[in-house]
């Protein structure tokens, strides 16, 4: 069992920055790669970025070049930094991790973006 908890939503005008982070605990060692997804109302849920065990990355079109993944192994944390905001990047935001052919999932974080 993995259990995942998302810190570091909140509210920013366009163009700000936030951080998410996500820490895990319970079978850590079992994780192959970890994720940010995210879902806005109305709209189904959506991969942003991916990172695995050999700290190789993957984006989303709509995030490259302003969102960066990353983790730091040592404190079991996947971090999401997130720049340029725009309004359309408003929605809930989960951290997710996968142990062999199961998912994990965290709460999730609200990120609002205004105009």
């Known amino acids: 069992q993995v259990r995942l908890v998302e810190s570091g939503g909140g509210f920013v005008q366009a163009g700000g920055s936030l951080r998410l982070s996500c820490a895990a605990s319970g079978s850590t060692a079992s994780i192959n790669a970890m994720g940010w997804y995210r879902q806005a109302p109305g709209k189904q849920r959506e991969l942003v970025a991916g990172?695995?065990?050999?700290?190789?990355?993957n984006y989303a079109d709509f995030v490259k070049g302003r969102f960066t993944i990353s983790s730091d192994n040592s404190k079991n944390t996947v971090y999401l930094q997130m720049n340029s905001l725009k309004p359309e990047d408003t929605a809930v935001y989960y951290c997710?991790?996968?142990?062999?052919?199961?998912?994990?999932w965290g709460q999730g974080t609200q990120v609002t973006v205004s105009s």
């Open positions: 990172i695995d065990r050999t700290d190789s990355t």
């Open positions: 997710s991790a996968r142990v062999f052919v199961s998912d994990y």
